[in-house]
């Protein structure tokens, strides 16, 4: 499965951003997947997960109450809605797909190229 993540941009504390997933290849329900992201000189970090279902989700601490994942099979895409943006959610976001939710990228088995999120103080 290819998966191509979309919807970063610059956006001032306090501000929203809709990230996108789009899967092809194989149905996105197939897989459960996550979101992560990384910040210059940190290592790749959980944010967000969501089940084959669409029911399970998981979210780290640090975003919790902020972020809300959600699939759309018939689009074959899943989002990540941010709202309440901090300069420190500044990171390179990637998703990723694998056979079960799991907050650890090593269960994930395929990856999209990342989108660019920075948030202004």
């Known amino acids: 499965v290819q998966l191509q993540a979309c919807g970063g941009g610059l956006v001032q504390a306090g501000g929203s951003l809709r990230l996108s997933c789009a899967a092809s290849?194989?149905?996105?329900?197939?897989?459960?997947v996550g979101w992560f992201r990384q910040a210059p000189g940190k290592e790749r970090e959980f944010v967000a997960a969501?089940?084959?279902?669409?029911?399970?989700?998981y979210y780290a601490d640090s975003v919790k109450g902020r972020f809300t994942i959600s699939r759309d099979g018939a689009k074959n895409t899943v989002y990540l809605q941010m709202n309440g943006l901090k300069p420190e959610d500044t990171a390179v976001y990637y998703c990723?797909?694998?056979?079960?939710?799991?907050?650890?990228?090593?269960?994930?088995?395929?990856w999209g190229q990342g989108t660019q999120v920075t948030v202004s103080s």
């Open positions: 990723a797909a694998g056979a079960g939710i799991s907050k650890n990228l090593r269960d994930y088995y395929y």
């Open positions: 290849g194989r149905p996105v329900s197939s897989y459960a």
């Open positions: 969501i089940t084959w279902s669409g029911v399970g989700k």
